[in-house]
């Protein structure tokens, strides 16, 4: 019986493409403004039911880099706790601070949305 699992052999397969694609919706927490970019920290909420039927959530905070004219329109648009959609692909990188090298893994928006929250006390 085999119990290692061996990875596939993409030799087989010369046509086969990679994709780098990485969607997050969420609420904004904060937007950082720099030259011709935003930083945008997103709060991905995860829900499910333990194993004693107790209901949990989980916020994963994603960071996302917008460039360019999507930026500019971010700095002038986008507040904290405004839901947002962004997708485009995972960039790692790496700096040192202090003496130690801290990695970081963050998505890069080609595709950014904003929506305006609808206020319960409007009537039609």
């Known amino acids: 019986m085999r119990t290692e699992i061996e990875p596939p052999n993409y030799g087989r397969y010369p046509n086969m493409r990679s994709i780098n694609r990485f969607t997050v919706a969420g ?5 950082t403004s720099f030259n011709k970019a935003v930083k945008i920290s997103i ?3 995860r829900h499910w039911t333990n194993d004693a039927g107790k209901k949990e959530t989980r916020t994963d905070w994603v960071t996302v880099t917008v460039f360019d004219d ?5 700095k002038d648009n986008v507040s904290k706790g405004q839901p947002v959609i962004a ?3 995972i960039n790692n990188s ?4 202090d003496g130690e090298t801290v990695y ?3 998505l890069v928006a080609t595709t950014f949305n ?6 319960a006390n409007t009537s039609d």
């Open 43 to 45: 709060a991905a909420d």
């Open 70 to 74: 999507q930026a500019a329109w971010i």
């Open 94 to 97: 790496s700096y040192e601070k």
């Open 87 to 89: 997708e485009g692909r």
């Open 27 to 31: 609420n904004v927490g904060s937007v």
């Open 114 to 119: 904003a929506f305006q929250v609808a206020n």
């Open 104 to 106: 970081t893994t963050d």
